[in-house]
């Protein structure tokens, strides 16, 4: 039988991006010992506490269907962190709690896109990213971001990539997998745009809470932007509750409304004992989103402190995220080539730049998020193997 185009051509064809990741994997089930710097996942698990919390809920009886929007409790909690992060004002009115930020992702392009329309995303990009625009039936338009502009983008290079049938524009702050923080003028440059010509900015801020130079700024905060932004939000990477899925989308009450009536007809809620967890999560406050975030804050030293000391590849400092992105340019490689002869070489294996879009080839994505001494002796072996490719 056949299935539908949209289904069918979800990924666009050709390789997921994952093809090194895949055959790090093939060698770890054939026995093999590799050091994995590929999938963006805490090395520690979810703070016993939030285990006691989500059992007790659970065991306390709240195991039947909870309500849709989410609980009232978390609504209002999320509300209350939004706006004392952002300084707009909002209540739960203006949160919807989803399976996560990866359904709040597809949501929100669902909910300003027609089938057809064109939804803006910058490259590089979360590999998922257009495969859900097109889940949702919409096109996916990529902007490019360059290397030397520490691949935030710039307000010129959006609107020329503006098409007829543009309703939404998908950005990410900290960025996964550049590690970019968007300052304020690059926001304001975002925002004129999204104004100018009409759009939704969809804004992906699941690192917020692990920033290493700066601060996050929300786009919502910006002048006439709380009307036209939905935010997502996530307990994933802020608090390792990655297989918890629970996340969040903050935006105009009205929007919200629609996007709990889309909720009621697809996923009908996140569990009420996850909420219950999470809900408890949030109120430890930013103690333990600091303890959570530490271990990477300690590694892009460390990882800083060692590339100093090499001059065969060129690092782009991260201001924020897990992840720590590489030019190695000056091996003459691909990403993908390196990634696939360090793994070959070393048995290290390390995401190819090009997984994350055309803007990041030349470019290694190394995910620190394996203890500290064996990361720091995986990087060292990799800026080895680099000089001996220059
Ligand atoms: N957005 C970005 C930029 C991510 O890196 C991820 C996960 O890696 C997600 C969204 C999805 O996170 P989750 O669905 O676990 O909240």
């Known amino acids: 039988m056949q299935l539908s185009h949209r289904i069918e051509h979800l990924t666009g064809g050709g390789s997921d991006g994952w093809d090194v990741y895949h055959r790090a994997r093939d060698l770890i089930a054939a026995g093999e010992k590799v050091v994995e710097l590929t999938i963006g996942e805490h ?21 039947g269907y909870a309500e849709v929007p989410g609980v009232a409790a978390l609504r209002d909690r999320v509300a209350d962190r939004v706006q004392a992060c952002s300084g707009v004002p909002t209540t739960r009115d203006n949160v919807l709690i989803t399976p996560g930020g990866q359904a709040g992702l597809f949501s929100a392009h669902c909910a300003t896109c027609d089938p057809g329309d064109a939804a803006l995303f910058i490259d590089p990009y979360y590999v998922t990213y257009p495969g859900t625009i097109r ?3 919409a096109r996916p338009v990529p902007v490019r971001t360059r290397p030397g502009d520490s691949f935030r983008p710039r307000a010129a ?22 590690g970019a923080l968007y300052d304020r003028a690059t926001l304001e440059g975002i925002a004129q745009v999204c104004r100018d010509a009409d759009l939704w900015l969809i804004s992906d801020e699941v690192y917020d809470t692990q ?12 002048p006439g932007m709380a009307e036209r932004t939905l935010v997502i939000g996530s307990m994933s990477k802020s608090h390792a509750m990655t297989g918890s899925r629970c996340g969040w989308i903050v ?23 996850v909420q219950d ?3 408890f999560a949030l109120d430890q406050g930013a103690e333990l989103e600091a303890a959570v975030a530490a271990p990477f804050r300690r590694r892009r030293a460390q990882a ?87």
């Open 43 to 63: 090395d520690i698990r979810t703070d016993p506490a939030i285990l006691k919390a989500m059992d007790d809920s659970a065991r306390g009886g709240h195991t």
């Open 135 to 137: 889940g949702a039936g």
């Open 157 to 178: 290079d959006i609107a020329a990539a503006i098409v007829p049938g543009a309703k939404s524009l998908l950005i990410n702050t900290p960025n996964n997998p550049t």
């Open 211 to 222: 920033v290493w130079e700066g601060a996050h700024l929300s786009p919502r905060a910006l």
């Open 251 to 273: 935006g105009p009450e009205a929007a919200i409304g629609d996007l709990i009536n889309l909720a009621t007809h697809t996923t009908y809620g996140v569990p009420g004992f």
């Open 277 to 279: 967890a999470a809900l």
């Open 304 to 390: 800083l402190e060692i590339l100093a000391g090499q001059n065969a590849l060129h690092a782009l400092p991260p201001q924020g995220a897990m992840y720590l992105m590489l030019d190695i340019r000056p091996t003459g490689m691909s990403g993908s080539e390196f990634a696939n002869a360090l793994l070959d070489a070393h048995r290290i294996a390390v995401m190819p730049g090009e997984s994350f879009g055309a803007a990041a080839a030349g470019h290694i994505r190394v995910a620190m998020t394996i203890a500290d001494d064996a990361f720091a002796a995986a990087l060292k072996t990799l800026c080895a193997f680099a000089a001996t490719r220059v």
